[in-house]
C-alpha cells in the first residue's frame, strides 16, 4: 500500500456559462392510480390500492432541486457510477473518456440545485481510473474506485483506489491497495469508526492477504486515514465477484453480495450474501439460485430486512429479480420479473408493517439498451414473507423505461426529498453522464 498525494495528473476548473453542460427539462412523470383491477403501468400482481408514487411531489419541488434531469457531456464519453446528495446539491461521481484513444479518468462532478456545474475534478495517469461509489467522512468525502496507472505504484494489472476529497474538490489523500494481479473495488460503506470497501482480488501477495482460486470476495476496512486495519477474502476454486454492499448500524453488521460458480458445476453462477462483524469474522452466508445463472448487482438493508437486486436467466430468458433476506441470513423471498432486463441497483423507500417500497434501476433491452428505473411494493410484509413468491403475495412492479439509442442506470440514491438515478445516456453521438432526479 503506497500513498499518493503528488506526482497526480489532476486538472481542476470552474464551468464557465453551463458550457459543457446540457440541460433538457422533460414532463414530470406522475404514475396513475393503480386499482384493483391492476390498471396501470407493468403490474405483475394485483394490489388493493397503491397511491400515486409521490403525492407531496409538489411541495417537495417548492423546496429543494429544481431539474427533472441533468445530461453532462465532456470528452468522448462520461458514466456516472454514483451520485452522493450534499449541501442541496448532487456531487456525481464516475468516469470519462477524452478520446477513444486515450485512457479513462476518474471524474468528480458537482452540481448545484439548478443542476448547474459547480466544478469538476479529474484523476488520472497513464492507464485507465474509475470512481464507482462515494460516501461522507465529516465534511469530506471517500471516493473509490479502480487505477492501472503504474504510476500510482499499481502492482499488478488494477488496484484498488481511496480518495479524500473536500467539498471544494481538492484531493486530501489517495491510496491505492491491491496484490499481484487483479484487485478493484465498487462500494464504500461508512462504519463509523472507518470504512470497509468490497470488490474483488485474483490472487495473494501485498495488500491481499488470502485468495482461495480465481476471483475472489475482497473486503477491506480501512481508518479513517486510510490505513489497512483486516482484510478478508471470499470464495472458492472459480470466479467469486461482489458488486454490492450495504451496513446496517443497529446490527453492526456488513453485509456483501454477489457471484459464484465455485461451489457449482463451473457454468452455473450462484448468489452468494455473506454477513460480517467488525472485526471482520464472518456471521452468516446465504445462497439464491435458480436453474441457470442468478447474478446479484446490490443489496439494501432496511428495518425489516435485507433486500437483493440483480438479474437471472430463467427459461431462455434474462429477467430482474429482487430477494428477501432476514437479519440472521435465511432466504424469505425471491421474485423474477420484467423479460429483457437488469438491476444494477435497489434501495428501500418505505419501510413500515403494511408496505415495503424498494425503488430499483438498471436498463431495459427492445433491441436497444436503455435506461430503466422502477418501483417493487409490498403492500402486507406478513403475506411478503409466508407467500414466498407464490401467485398470493401481494407485489407490484411498476416500470420507467426511458427512450434512448442506447445507455443505463448505475445507481439509486433515495434522500428525504429526492430520488436520483445515475448512469449514462447515448446524446448527441457520445455517451453523456445521465442523472434522473424525482421528488418523494
Do not use: C
Request: hydrophobic share 35%.
Amino acid at each position: 500500500m503506497k500513498t499518493k498525494s503528488r506526482n497526480v495528473r489532476m486538472k481542476s476548473r470552474k464551468s464557465k456559462s453551463n458550457k459543457a453542460l446540457t440541460l433538457k427539462k422533460i414532463t414530470m412523470i406522475i404514475l396513475p392510480l393503480i386499482t384493483l383491477l391492476g390498471i396501470g403501468i407493468g403490474v405483475y400482481a394485483v394490489l388493493i390500492k397503491t397511491p400515486l408514487l409521490f403525492a407531496n411531489s409538489e411541495s417537495s419541488r417548492e423546496k429543494k432541486f429544481f431539474k427533472d434531469e441533468i445530461v453532462y457531456q465532456y470528452g468522448y464519453e462520461v458514466r456516472f457510477n454514483k451520485v452522493l446528495r450534499d449541501n442541496g446539491g448532487i456531487l456525481a461521481v464516475g468516469s470519462y473518456l477524452k478520446n477513444p484513444s486515450e485512457k479513462y479518468q476518474l471524474l468528480v462532478v458537482s452540481f448545484d440545485e439548478n443542476g448547474k456545474e459547480l466544478w469538476r475534478k479529474e484523476f488520472g495517469g497513464t492507464g485507465d481510473e474509475w470512481a464507482f461509489d462515494i460516501a461522507k467522512k465529516g465534511d469530506n468525502y471517500i471516493i473509490v474506485g479502480t487505477t492501472s496507472s503504474k504510476e500510482f505504484g499499481v502492482k499488478g494489472r488494477y488496484d484498488a483506489l481511496l480518495l479524500e476529497m473536500t467539498p471544494k474538490g481538492n484531493i486530501v489523500w489517495s491510496r491505492i491497495y491491491g496484490g499481484p494481479d487483479w484487485d478493484r473495488a465498487y462500494k464504500i460503506l461508512n462504519v463509523g469508526d472507518g470504512f470497509v470497501f468490497v470488490g474483488d482480488n485474483f490472487k495473494k501477495g501485498g495488500d491481499v492477504v488470502e485468495n482461495f482460486g480465481e476471483h475472489d470476495y475482497w473486503i477491506v476496512k480501512v481508518n479513517p486515514q486510510g490505513n489497512i486495519e483486516w482484510s478478508r477474502s471470499f470464495g472458492g476454486i472459480r470466479w467469486d465477484r461482489a458488486y454490492g454492499a450495504d451496513y446496517d448500524p443497529e446490527y453492526k453488521m456488513i453485509v456483501v453480495t454477489g457471484s459464484s460458480n465455485s461451489f457449482t458445476d463451473g457454468i452455473r453462477y450462484d448468489g452468494y450474501t455473506v454477513a460480517y462483524d467488525l472485526q471482520g469474522q464472518e456471521i452468516w452466508r446465504s445462497v439464491l439460485f435458480n436453474s441457470n445463472t442468478l447474478w446479484p448487482l446490490d443489496v439494501t438493508i432496511s428495518k425489516s430486512g435485507i433486500f437483493v437486486g440483480g438479474y437471472v436467466f430463467e427459461k431462455g430468458k434474462e429477467k430482474s429479480f429482487i430477494a428477501k433476506i432476514s437479519k440472521s441470513g435465511k432466504v424469505e423471498y425471491i421474485k423474477t420479473f420484467a423479460e429483457n432486463t437488469r438491476i444494477h441497483s435497489l434501495k428501500v423507500i418505505e419501510d413500515d408493517e403494511e408496505k415495503v417500497t424498494l425503488m430499483f434501476s438498471g436498463y431495459k433491452d427492445n433491441g436497444t439498451k436503455s435506461p430503466w428505473y422502477g418501483q417493487f411494493i409490498v403492500t402486507n410484509v406478513s403475506d411478503f414473507i409466508i407467500a414466498n413468491g407464490s401467485d398470493n403475495s401481494k407485489d407490484v412492479v411498476i416500470e420507467y423505461p426511458i427512450k434512448s439509442e442506447y445507455g443505463m442506470f448505475f445507481s439509486t440514491t433515495v434522500d428525504s426529498d429526492l430520488i436520483v438515478f445515475s448512469g449514462m445516456n447515448f446524446v448527441n453521438n457520445k455517451l453523456a453522464g445521465y442523472i434522473r432526479i424525482i421528488p418523494r
